[in-house]
Every structure is written in C-alpha cells, then in structure tokens.
C-alpha cells in the first residue's frame, strides 16, 4: 500500500526567502508524482508533473526533483511571495495506477 | 489536459437531507471516476470508483448505502450523500483517471464541493 509522507507540516517565511517542501513516498514503482496547490477552502491546482524517467521539472518559480529510487521528490519555491501562502500536496499513483495517493500537505505562509 | 467541472462549489444542508453532487467530464469520456473526500487537517483519501454502466466500488470504511454513486454516462458521475449528518461535512472533489483526455498521465480534478450539515 503506497503511503506518502511530507514533511514539514507548517511553515512559515519572510518574504524573498527560497524554501523547499518535501516528499516520500514508500512504493518507488511510480510513473509519474504531482505537486498540487490547496487554496483554503479552494480545489487542487496542479503545479508540476514529473514522469518517472525525469529528474525535475520547472515552472516559473518552482522546481520539482524526483528521486525514485529513495522514494523523494522535493518541491522549491524560490523567491517566495505572499500569494504563494497555501498547503502543497505531494501525489503519486498507487493501486492499479488509476488512483492517486496523496500526502497530507505542507502548509505554507509567507508573509510579508 | 482533461477538464473535469464539479458542481456546486459548497453546499449547506439541514442534518438528514440529502445532497447531489456532480461531476462532468467536459472534453472526454470517462468510464472510471474518482471520488475523494478530505476532512480538517487531514489528506484527500479515495472513498469509492465510479464505474460506467455497472456498480461503484468503494475503499473499506465507505458506506455505500449512504455514499450513492451513480455513472450513467460516459460524462457524468453523481455523489448523493444521503441522510446527511454533520459528521459528513467534509470536502468532495472527483477526478478523472491519469491520461483521461489525452497521451499526458496527469490527474484531473474537479474543483471539489464544500458541505456543511448543520
């Protein structure tokens, strides 16, 4: 049974600050791992996708790395704003690779 | 990608009415849909999959007496929430399977539906 793990939970950086959220993730026969945003009360956005056979992926301010074989992925944000206050959820497929296993989050706030 | 609109957004209800919540692939079709549910402070978990033509399956602990799931077309998947109590309110969101829509094995999710039973 896949289970992801991420870590920290919270939190909290002045504005300008790079951070990095973390990730893992305990079965490593994964084809792809999402990063999504959670707005309160708000649906998912999908931030970065990376397939297996890649090592990060980037947008904009964020980029993604994919270790498979430690079972990690770490998102960095650099330059952190106020509008990037949210909860990042980390999500790999498990089960027959049509569901979506999700960590619970790491809750994010930057403040100004 | 896949877009997948989920209606409503929120919803209150009064404890032991029941609730609709809709789910429509927009630009595909979908045999298989994803419900998923996430109460404060805790993760999305998966509570049943929404099969075209036949039955919902449902991940242990889900009663599917109360959770009617119901996929009569390839675009569109309902989650009725019946005799709802205030233990239910919870965030709902579906998903379309990775790849639905395309080559691309990305997950898409509806915007998720906000229920308060009071």
């Known amino acids: 049974k896949q289970e992801v793990t991420q870590i920290p939970a919270a939190l909290s950086v002045p504005e300008g600050e790079n951070l990095v959220l973390n990730c893992s993730f305990t079965?490593?026969?994964?084809?792809?791992l999402q990063w999504f945003r959670q707005d309160p009360g708000k649906g998912l956005t999908s931030l970065l996708l990376i397939q297996s056979s890649q090592r990060e992926q980037t947008s904009g301010r964020l980029n993604a790395s994919l270790d498979k074989s430690s079972g990690r992925s770490t998102l960095y944000i650099a330059a952190s704003q106020p509008g990037d206050s949210a909860t990042y959820l980390c999500a790999v497929p498990s089960g027959g690779y049509q569901k979506v296993t999700f960590g619970i989050g790491t809750k994010l706030q930057v403040i100004p | 990608g896949a877009v997948v609109s989920q209606h409503p957004s929120w919803v209150i209800c009064k404890s032991g009415t029941s609730v609709k919540i809709e789910c429509r692939s927009l630009?595909?079709?979908?045999?298989?849909m994803f419900w998923y549910r996430q109460f404060p402070k805790q993760s999305l978990m998966l509570m049943a999959t929404s099969n075209e033509g036949s039955k919902a399956t449902y991940e242990q602990g889900v009663e599917k007496d109360k959770f009617l799931i119901n996929h009569a077309s390839l675009t569109l998947s309902t989650l009725t929430v019946t005799s709802a109590h205030p233990e239910d309110s919870s965030f709902y969101i579906c998903?379309?399977?990775?790849?639905?829509?395309?080559?691309?094995?990305?997950?898409?999710f509806g915007q998720g539906t906000r229920l308060t039973v009071v």
């Open positions: 998903s379309a399977p990775p790849g639905a829509g395309g080559g691309n094995t990305e997950a898409f």
């Open positions: 079965d490593s026969a994964i084809y792809n």
């Open positions: 630009d595909f079709q979908a045999t298989t």
